[in-house]
């Protein structure tokens, strides 16, 4: 794909039209991770209460992705690492927060819960990332109908532990870790602005993944966690998985870099709506009312906040 948009002249991640249709795409790509990491599990035959081999089979993939993508910074795009100490050391800590940690609660909590319902829970984080912009970056103002949008999504949070008994639902090593997750992920965001905002984006999302990924691998070796010797349809999960990370995390955190982080950070919250339907149709998962709901009301949020009355250079 050109950087470049023909007709205007800019970056195609700074041209709005682009950049909402790339802000899709990588919710679309992150969706499909939710069946695939089940699958993926199953696939290693990780049990369910095996956290060292899920924690190292994510280190795998992170760890892959980051290389890959550092190879094609440093090679293709002949960046070059960034000799700022300072610099270096946000894009480690991104790395330990929007990797290592935010995956570590991803990968327990997806494994103790349904695709579908841990689907809709991840979306917290969109609406956790477009509060915490707002209090940190200037421009980033918290309007009323930033708080309308917000509050639509959160309904929609709440309504997928609907119906019975909520209170028993709940669990912490399922729903409690995905919240986890949601929190990691938000303070990932802020972080990916201020990194990129001093290293070259793609060299920042190499050296994160990358170095997350290893943190990973090194505590799940130490927690016991071993892989069985994966079938075909391992590999193949697995690769899917590390070209999913490649490109959701490069092309987002570009467009993090240089749009404001609301109008990207938004776009997460389709990823509920497309992981329940992926789940359900890669999973066999049944497909729950409160799920169509919750999904409406997410969109409902997406389109209050996106919905400007303007048209986009």
Not at 30 to 55: E, N, Q, R, V, Y
Not at 112 to 117: A, E, I, L, P, V
Not at 177 to 202: E, K, Q, Y
Request: with cysteine; glycine share 10%; hydrophobic share 50%.
């Amino acid at each position: 794909m050109s950087r470049t948009d023909k007709n205007t002249g800019t970056s195609i991640f700074e041209n709005k039209r682009w950049a909402m249709l790339l802000a899709a795409s990588t919710s679309v790509v992150w969706a499909f991770a939710f069946p695939l990491i089940k699958l993926g599990i199953s696939a290693f035959s990780i049990a369910p209460d095996d956290t060292g081999a899920k924690t190292l089979f994510a280190g795998v993939r992170f760890f892959s992705a980051g290389v890959i993508v550092l190879i094609f910074s440093l090679a293709v795009k002949k960046r070059t690492i960034s000799k700022s100490k300072s610099a270096l050391s946000l894009a480690l800590l991104l790395g330990l927060v929007n990797t290592a940690l935010h995956y570590f609660c991803y990968y327990i909590g997806l494994s103790n819960q349904s695709g579908s319902r841990s689907a809709v829970i991840d979306s917290l984080s969109s609406f956790l990332l477009i509060l915490a912009a707002c209090a940190v970056f200037d421009g980033e103002q918290l309007t009323m109908r930033k708080i309308a949008g917000c509050a639509l999504g959160f309904c929609g949070i709440l309504l997928v532990n609907a119906g019975g008994a909520m209170a028993s639902q709940f669990s912490f090593a399922g729903d409690g870790m995905l919240i986890l997750s949601a929190v990691f992920s938000a303070a990932g965001g802020i972080l990916t602005r201020i990194v990129t905002s001093r290293i070259d984006a793609s060299t920042a999302t190499g050296i994160s993944l990358g170095f997350g990924g290893l943190l990973l691998i090194t505590a799940g070796a130490a927690m016991g966690g071993r892989l069985s010797a994966p079938s075909a349809f391992g590999v193949f999960i697995l690769c899917c998985l590390i070209g999913i990370s490649t490109y959701g995390f490069s092309v987002y955190n570009k467009l993090i870099s240089c749009n404001p982080v609301g109008e990207i950070a938004i776009f997460n919250s389709l990823i509920p709506i497309l992981g329940v339907t992926f789940s359900c149709l890669l999973l066999g998962e049944p497909f729950r009312i409160q799920y169509a709901a919750a999904g409406v009301l997410v969109a409902a949020g997406i389109f209050v906040i996106n919905h400007k009355g303007r048209v986009s250079k």
